[in-house]
Each structure stands twice: as structure tokens, then as C-alpha cells.
């Protein structure tokens, strides 16, 4: 903790809540310590972040990474004060089916558990109000549909609560960066400082690992160097 603001990781807030940190390589660290996974350097073809850390080069795969993130946040949220909602300035409506509009219906406290304000709006439509704060630069409709795809195969409450942390997963995946999205150096320096903080930042949702490293002396020998 106390590693920056803990807002939601939405990349578009990523450039406002860390405008001013360092975009400089490991060079300019004033006699500080280096960071664990360094400082960024370049971010390739729109999905790798390479960084530079104390002993080579560090490669971070930002969706995997911010996704862990978010996920890490929406659970801690909702084990602490509660998940934050953020209302949209435009109700969206949601073309569902009638049996995802009445699980809808019926589990409208549960969806405000988790920062939903969702309301039917007729046999096989729903509106949604309000989204989580984390969520907000997401697919509105889509997530919602794949929020109660999860709802339907789960069904009853208690398998409902059992399973929570997988619905915060797929809620995570909509919130997390997407491929191609072109991140300024304080956006990835930021992300670095993000997944530092974070439990388990080592693997995404799903078990992949988000970052690896290259030392110094490796790269060397795929160079043959020292020979």
C-alpha cells in the first residue's frame, strides 16, 4: 500500500491520476531505489509494456496484468466499504431475454451489492442506471450479459455466493485494458507501480503469468556476448 491513489484502474483516469510521475528510463532514478518490475521504456505492438528494472529488461502483458488488478480491487472493495457505482449520464437499455430480464429482476439487490443499479424496463429489456466505478469506460451492454450468463448458471443464492469471485472475474476482464490501446510512459510506469501493489499480480484471472523477465546476462548470451 500507500503507493499512489487506490481509484478504480481505468487506463483513461491512468494519465490524470499519475500525469506527473516519471516517465524517465532507470537512468534518471536519483540515487533512489529501482522499483521491482523498473520503469517503462517503450510499449510494443499494443499489448507488451517493456520496462527496465535493477537487473535487465522486464516484459509486462498489460491486459493480463491490469485485469488481475481490477479484480484484486473489485474484491477488496466489496470485502471492505462496498463496491463503488458511478451513474451514467445516459440510462443504457439492455436487450435481454426474458428469463435473464427476471433473474435481473430478482437479484436486483445482489446487482447493487456488486455497483449495478439494473431495472426492468419491460418483458425482455432491462436499464441500467449506475455501474461500478472501476467499470465505467467498459461495454455497458455486454457486461451485463455476461454478468447474468454467470447469474443463470449459477442459480440458486447460495451457489450465487459461492461463486462471486468468478462473477468478479468476468467483471475484471470488461474493466481491463484492451490490446492496441496506446499507453503514454506515465500510464505504464503507473501500471507497474499498480501491479507492485497487488496481491498475486504475477498471474491474470485465469492463471497466465503477466510478466517475465530477461536479465542482464541473459541477454548477453543470446547475443554471445563474453565469448
Given at each position: ?151 443463470g448458471e449459477h442459480g440458486s443464492s447460495e451457489r450465487i455466493a459461492a461463486h462471486e469471485d468468478e462473477i468478479l472475474s468476468t467483471m475484471a476482464c470488461h474493466g481491463s485494458v484492451r490490446a492496441n490501446r496506446r499507453l503514454t510512459l506515465p500510464e505504464m510506469n503507473a501500471l ?36
Open positions: 500500500g500507500g503507493r499512489g491513489p487506490a481509484p478504480a484502474a481505468s487506463f483513461e483516469s491512468y494519465g490524470r491520476l499519475y500525469g506527473a510521475a516519471d516517465g524517465g528510463a532507470v537512468a534518471e532514478a536519483e540515487g533512489g531505489d529501482i522499483p521491482p518490475l523498473g520503469y517503462a521504456i517503450a510499449q510494443l505492438k499494443g499489448v507488451y509494456v517493456l520496462a527496465e528494472n535493477a537487473e535487465g529488461l522486464v516484459l509486462v502483458d498489460m491486459h493480463a496484468a491490469h485485469e488481475r488488478i481490477t479484480y484484486e480491487r473489485l474484491k477488496r472493495a466489496r470485502d471492505s466499504e462496498g463496491i463503488r457505482s458511478q451513474p451514467l449520464l445516459v440510462p443504457e437499455s439492455v436487450a435481454v431475454s426474458a428469463r435473464e430480464a427476471a433473474l435481473a429482476e430478482t437479484h436486483a439487490d445482489w446487482f447493487a451489492s456488486l455497483g449495478f443499479t439494473v431495472e426492468r424496463a419491460g418483458e425482455e429489456s432491462l436499464l441500467v442506471r449506475e455501474v461500478p466505478v472501476s467499470l465505467r469506460d467498459s461495454d455497458v451492454p455486454q457486461l451485463l450479459r455476461d454478468v447474468l450468463a454467470d447469474l507497474l507501480r499498480d501491479m507492485e501493489a497487488t496481491e498475486r499480480a504475477g498471474q491474470c484471472n485465469h492463471g497466465r503469468p503477466t510478466w517475465t523477465r530477461l536479465t542482464l546476462a541473459e541477454l548477453d548470451r543470446l547475443f554471445l556476448r563474453g565469448r
